[in-house]
Structure formats: C-alpha cells, structure tokens
C-alpha cells in the first residue's frame, strides 16, 4: 500500500499559499533581513497538495517563494 505523506525539507510555496508578503527580495538585497525581524510571527500555508511533513529545529528546512514557476530560496 502506498502513502499520501512525504517527508520534505523545502517548502515551495507562492503568496497565493501564503508566503510572507513582507518578504521583499529587492528589499532585503539593500537591508537583509535576519531572524529577529519574524520574532512572534506565526505564517499560515495553504492549498498545497498531500501532506508534508517538515523535520523540526535544529535540522534545516528551505523556504522557497515560487514566482512565476522561478524558485528562490530563502
């Protein structure tokens, strides 16, 4: 029997699912921005297909903005 669960370490997402309006890239190239500016902040993602499982702290996770089918890696 398969699985619908995958186990990743990316999250791919566009502002439509929820990625950070505030995360700017143009912005953060003149001012970069660092952890202490998302201190408090809870972000919602959504209408991702299946279900993802993301590994906690101190394991990397990768946040990609999708923009147009392009990624970027924060």
């Known amino acids: 029997m398969g699985s619908f ?3 990743n370490d990316t999250l791919q997402i566009s502002v439509e699912q929820g990625f950070p309006r505030g ?3 143009e912005r953060h190239k003149i001012t970069p921005f660092t952890a202490e500016d ?8 959504k ?3 299946n279900i993802r499982i993301y590994k906690v702290p101190p394991v990397r996770n990768f946040l990609v903005q999708n923009i147009d089918g392009k990624w970027l890696y924060w």
């Open 38 to 45: 998302f201190v408090g902040q809870i972000f919602e993602f």
């Open 23 to 25: 995360l700017d890239y």
């Open 47 to 49: 209408d991702k297909p």
């Open 5 to 7: 669960i995958e186990i």
